[in-house]
């Protein structure tokens, strides 16, 4: 859940230069001589363009044909999830077993931040980021990858979202659940001049969107989208034993997103579903199996009932031995956690192209409008040509991520053009390095010239539901 594309790649002195990419604990590594030898050693091979010699990670994701590694010619994983942008064997040595004794499962007290994303709960439940649950982009970074193998490209673009739109992103810090004052410009001092950031959960933020697999709709639940909702978990394991032979396989999950999308939209009078967070939200249904499943999936992992519910914090209440062949098994709610009898973690990163695969699997298979519910009930289009292949679609999300936090800054922020500056420079290397075009627009200044600029491009990539559409919490009658 974050932006590693904050590597510079043109020199790795630049590389080094970025705080919420050197998560704590590696510091020293980093300004090692002998580590950053090799980081410069291996980077000027990459620029030189030797690819043969830059071990290419396998993502074998068994979803889209061919996507073993990144289309295009450039290696699979380009960040690495210690060193940053060279890619090694370090992080591929194969699986390994959870849960660690120096990470205890510990329930979250009153004032902890919990969420509608059951990894980031999983991760603050066990103290892979900080119990509180407030956490910065560097934290998230260390601990979705040690717990998940989350590739560092992936888990920085998330979580640089996060704070971008739901956060403080001077402090790099962000709360994984709602408005938190704890969180804001001087940590939290001037939040009654700036406002309270809203938290990962902020609807028609970055990270949050309607649909979800387990959590109802912002609208439909008086602004809770937060609370885990049994109902829903149900459905997903009826899928789970109707499409996926008693798994959370892809097949399940995808069925079962389609299932969440017409009937959110049915019920919602203000639905909102438009890039880039619809793409989140299609990404989270592939997390379920991509990272909960004990093992790899596509190698042999398995999306089993113990797994998902351990981490989904979805409690049986019949607990007899054949109890989930049951469709109509009910559920309660506990707090998320890796599953007690153990639990081995994907053996390969995902990186972005696997979870554009993903993506792309889930939304070739429901087909979606994307778009929003207007205010006289009519429907409002995001963009309208969606690329159909990983890499084409992976630059799109990305001009999409790009054009989505001008609109939703302008109003809130008065540092709009140092953030679209930093922004900027944490998208521009993982971009390039997944063969995109470079085509921000680069305008300066303020006011309504910088303004009408970047409303006129982002319209290709995010389309009026951004600003029509009354569910993006951007519409004003």
């Not at 009826?238 to 892809?250: D, F, I």
């Amino acid at each position: 859940m974050r932006c590693s594309l904050l590597l510079a790649a043109s020199a790795a002195t630049s590389v080094l230069a970025f705080p919420w990419m050197t998560p704590e604990g590696l510091d020293a590594l980093m300004k090692h001589p002998s580590a950053q030898e090799e980081v410069k050693r291996k980077l000027a091979e990459y620029e030189a363009g030797k690819a043969d010699n830059i071990e290419a990670r396998q993502v074998g994701t068994g979803l889209v044909p061919g996507v073993v590694s990144l289309l295009g010619g450039t290696p699979t994983a380009v960040y690495d999830n210690v060193l940053g942008l060279i890619p090694t064997g370090d992080s591929v040595k194969g699986l390994k077993k959870f849960p660690e004794a120096e990470y205890p499962f510990k329930a979250p007290g009153p004032t902890d931040q919990r969420g509608p994303c059951p990894g980031l709960n999983t991760l603050a439940n066990h103290g892979y980021i900080p119990r509180n649950g407030i956490a910065t982009i560097g934290q998230i970074n260390a601990g979705t990858a040690r717990l998940f193998n989350m590739g560092a490209d992936l888990s920085s673009l998330l979580a640089t979202g996060g704070a971008l739109d739901g956060g403080d992103i001077l402090s790099q810090k962000m709360s994984i659940g709602g408005p938190d004052n704890r969180v804001g410009v001087l940590n939290g001092a001037l939040n009654s001049v700036f406002g309270t950031p809203t938290g990962i959960a902020g609807h028609g933020k970055f990270n949050e969107g309607d649909a979800s697999a387990t959590r109802l709709d912002f609208y439909l639940n008086n602004g809770d989208n937060i609370v885990f909702v049994p109902e829903l978990f149900k459905q997903m394991h009826q899928q789970a034993l109707a499409k996926g032979n008693g798994t959370y396989s892809v097949d399940a999950i995808q069925e079962h997103f389609k299932n969440r999308y017409r009937d959110s939209r049915a019920a919602n009078s203000q639905f909102y579903f438009n890039l880039p967070s619809a793409g989140v939200v299609m990404g989270a249904y592939y997390f379920i199996p991509g990272f909960f499943s004990n093992g790899t999936i596509g190698a042999g992992g398995v999306a089993n009932e113990a797994s998902i519910t351990s981490f989904y914090g979805a409690k049986p209440k019949d607990t007899s031995a054949n109890a989930w062949q049951n469709p109509d098994l009910e559920y309660t709610h506990v707090p998320e956690r890796i599953p007690e009898q153990g639990w081995y973690r994907r053996a390969t990163p995902m990186t972005i192209p696997e979870a554009v695969a993903g993506i792309l699997d889930v939304y070739l298979y429901a087909k979606p409008a994307i778009g929003g519910a207007g205010a006289d009930q009519n429907w409002v289009v995001g963009p309208v040509d969606i690329p159909n292949n990983p890499q084409a679609l992976s630059c799109f999300l990305y001009n999409a991520l790009y054009a989505n936090f001008p609109g939703d800054l302008f109003n809130s922020l008065s540092l709009l053009s140092s953030i679209v500056s930093t922004l900027s420079s944490t998208i521009v290397p993982g971009y390039k390095a997944l063969g995109c075009k470079v085509d921000f627009p680069q305008a300066t200044g303020k006011g309504s010239t910088y303004r009408s600029v970047y409303e006129s491009w982002a319209k290709t990539y995010t389309g009026e539901a951004k600003t029509k559409a009354v569910g993006s919490g951007w519409y004003q009658k």
